[in-house]
């Protein structure tokens, strides 16, 4: 298992720029050697934030990018809890990723067929891995410590079989959801968590030093190979006494 990097910014306005040039910089050498980018992205707060900053990029190239989606909400795509409509509004009409190269979550679909066919999708585009390796997942964290559509104590947490996975009793709504499962997650070569606001402090002190009890489904995320990055801003770190990275300004990861 790789180490984890704690990195602690002042505020999420000096976090966002260093996230869009660590997914650039993981982009470049992606494909360089492999000929593509393929980057799993997450709903709730991170959309804001890689819809302001990756556009802001220099010379941001999307061409040979391969975007999927960590979850979805079973809502149609104009509804504003839809995270590929959000991220189809907010960033895919402003960078120059191509359409075909978007896998987006038929969201129409029954739940446990829309987890089917999403889960045909990553394996087309993964042929020959048991499990998809995504060059680079970016997940949030809930204040309840979930990831993904994983939640605290849910049976979910164990599925070891599927890749992608349905839950139509989600406790945040709506309760309809799919989801990336642990060992997809945890297959990755790079995943970064982004955790913002004082909301998220309690959590992510239990998160990160640990706590009694259960682990958290976000303390669970240990790439098995990869890197594991945790950006986070002062009030979401405010109650952390591990040695975190707190770099300067223009810093890159
Ligand atoms: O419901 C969800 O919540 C998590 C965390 O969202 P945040 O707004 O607290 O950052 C998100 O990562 C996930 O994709 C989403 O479906």
Redesign the pocket.
């Known amino acids: 298992m790789a180490a984890r990097r704690v990195v602690v910014f002042p505020s999420s306005a000096e976090l966002g720029p260093v996230l869009a040039e660590l997914v650039s910089s993981r982009a470049g050498k992606a494909i360089a050697s492999r000929g593509r980018f393929t980057l799993g ?6 959309v804001s934030m890689l819809s302001k900053e990756l556009p802001a990029l220099p010379n941001l190239d999307c061409s040979k990018w391969v975007v999927g ?5 079973l809502v149609p795509s104009n509804d504003p809890e839809s ?1 590929y409509g959000l991220y189809k509004n907010q960033l895919f009409t402003k960078i120059n990723i191509p359409e075909t190269a978007i896998l987006s979550i038929d969201s129409s679909l029954p739940v446990n067929e829309c987890a089917e066919d999403y889960a045909r999708k990553l394996k087309e585009v993964f042929p020959g891995n048991d499990k998809p390796v995504f060059d680079m997942l970016l ?5 309840d410590g ?4 994983l939640f605290p104590g849910h049976p979910l947490l164990e599925e070891t079989a599927r890749i992608v996975a349905p839950i139509s009793d ?1 406790p ?1 709504p709506p309760p309809q ?1 799919v ?1 990336m499962t642990l060992p997809v997650v945890n297959s990755a070569r790079c995943v970064v968590f ?4 004082g ?2 402090a309690p959590v992510l002190k239990e998160v990160l030093e640990g706590r009694e009890g259960p682990a958290f489904p976000a303390a669970r995320v240990l790439p098995t190979e990869g890197e594991l990055f945790w950006l986070i801003d002062g009030p979401a770190a405010a109650d952390l006494t591990i040695t975190v990275e707190k770099p300067g300004s223009g810093a890159r990861l």
């Open positions: 992205l997450s709903g709730g707060s991170l989606f960590c979850d979805e909400r995270t997940l949030g964290m809930g204040p979930h990831t993904c559509s989600s945040k959801r989801t982004v955790s913002t606001g909301s998220k």
